[in-house]
């Protein structure tokens, strides 16, 4: 009996050994069925690191392998996410297989990047999306994409195996250029040590990959979104485009919506957009009324039908909005803007409203202008403007006190362009 005693107590040092010094943490039950599932994990991204030459892929294998073995003591749902990643490195079945070069050149899962922060020798990591083709010698856009507050991205392993589990793909847009998904060290609004997360995941990419330093744009959702704020106030010049997704801009008392804060950026063009049905819309809409105020000459406000979330579509039309601009403006290649970015409609503020409104526009060219506002049933109910203008942005306000409640139409037609706005008028 004292035998097998003495055994059970020295498990744990032995499973710790086989690890380099690092334990996990299951308890006396199944831990070397744990510890054989993460060695064979790690065994298997050797030999693929081993035996490929692609140095997104060599670097993808040696990061995870980084992260896990950062881990002092893993967790059992750590190793049972490990063995799911496993899983899906594995299955064959899997036509998006995560052992498989062309699952990440295809752009359906993400490179990992890790690396060891100087700052406090933590070790972090970011997903990676690849251009569509890409050559490594040539350069190319980075979009660093700002991530919403998640529980699991707390995690380092969970975030890790977000989308290296079985069956599981990323929605991809942004295909001219890298896309950069920093950790930011989980959910920490992009401040202190999660700001600089970012700037270490970008100064990591950019040691191995060629960028274009005049095309980087930083975007982000709901906490990332804040994070854009957070971050571009200190570095408007590092970026070509802003885009807020639904920013949680309240948080911390609004801090940064205000006319010190947006001055900072108003020489950046900036694309804001949120669900009609989000409770982030107001804070959203302040933003672009202060932008607007501050003289921004490139921006851009939208809505979509919806509440809280990210529709890739939405993400499509941002993305085709902020890569017209470069930080040349309008453009740092020379090319002429997009259509869009030069017309102009943005959405009326507030929205809803009672009974007043403000409506601006933009257009590049001397144009004859037509803003008009329809009701459901398609009948005019008020022209704003149909004269000749000069190019500029202008601002119209709109009274509905003679109107019921309900849902309306704003339409400008300048040249060729036109466009229509929809807006709630609530008594």
């Not at 003495?6 to 199944?30: A, D, H, K």
């Not at 699952?103 to 406090?120: H, V």
């Not at 017209?324 to 503020?349: D, I, K, T």
Request: include cysteine; glycine fraction near 8%.
């Amino acid at each position: 009996m004292k035998k097998i005693l003495l055994t059970i107590c020295f498990l744990p040092v032995f499973i710790s050994s086989l690890n380099g010094g690092r334990q996990i943490n299951e308890g006396y039950r199944t831990p070397v069925t744990a510890q054989d599932t993460v060695l064979a994990f790690i065994s298997l991204l050797q030999d693929l690191s081993s035996a490929t030459s692609h140095v997104l892929f060599q670097r993808h294998c040696t990061s995870i392998i980084n992260v896990i073995q950062s881990r002092n003591m893993l967790s059992a749902s750590e190793v049972s996410l490990l063995k799911s990643m496993s899983t899906a490195f594995t299955d064959t079945t899997d036509a998006w297989n995560a052992g498989q070069l062309s699952s990440y050149l295809a752009r359906r899962r993400p490179f990992i990047i890790s690396w060891r922060s100087p700052t406090d020798s933590a070790v972090s990591l970011a997903w990676l999306l690849p251009p569509e083709q890409w050559n490594p010698d040539q350069t190319y856009p980075l979009y660093v994409r700002l991530h919403g507050l998640n529980t699991p991205y707390a995690n380092p392993v969970e975030y890790l195996s977000f989308y290296l589990t079985p069956g599981v793909q990323i929605q991809s847009t942004f295909e001219d250029g890298f896309t950069l998904y920093p950790w930011g060290r989980g959910n920490l609004w992009f401040e202190g040590i999660s700001e600089t997360d970012v700037w270490e995941s970008i100064e990591n990419l950019e040691s191995f990959v060629k960028i274009d330093p005049a095309r980087k744009y930083l975007l982000g959702f709901s906490m990332g979104g804040y994070g854009v704020l957070a971050l571009s106030q200190k570095s408007a010049g590092q970026w070509a485009a802003l885009g807020v997704f639904a920013g949680a801009l309240w948080y911390d008392g609004s801090k940064y919506l205000n006319a010190q804060t947006v001055q900072k950026i108003k020489d950046v063009p900036v694309y804001i957009v949120c669900g009609d049905y989000d409770g982030l819309l107001n804070n959203n809409q302040t933003l672009y009324r202060l932008l607007l105020e501050a003289g921004d000459q490139h921006l851009y406000f939208t809505t979509f039908a919806g509440g809280h979330e990210a529709p890739l579509l939405q993400w499509q039309n941002m993305y085709h909005w902020v890569k017209a601009f470069g930080n040349e403006r309008p453009n740092a290649v020379g090319n002429p803007p997009a259509a869009e970015s030069r017309f102009q409609l943005h959405a009326n503020y507030p929205n809803p409203f009672n009974p007043e409104t403000v409506i601006g526009y933009q257009i590049p060219i001397r144009s004859h202008v037509e803003l008009k506002i329809f009701d459901v049933l398609e009948r005019e109910v008020a022209v704003l403007v149909n004269k000749v203008q000069d190019a500029g942005m202008y601002k119209v306000e709109f009274n509905g006190r003679y109107l019921s409640s309900g849902i309306y139409f704003c339409h400008i037609q300048a040249g060729e362009y036109h466009k229509t706005n929809k807006m709630l008028f609530v008594k």
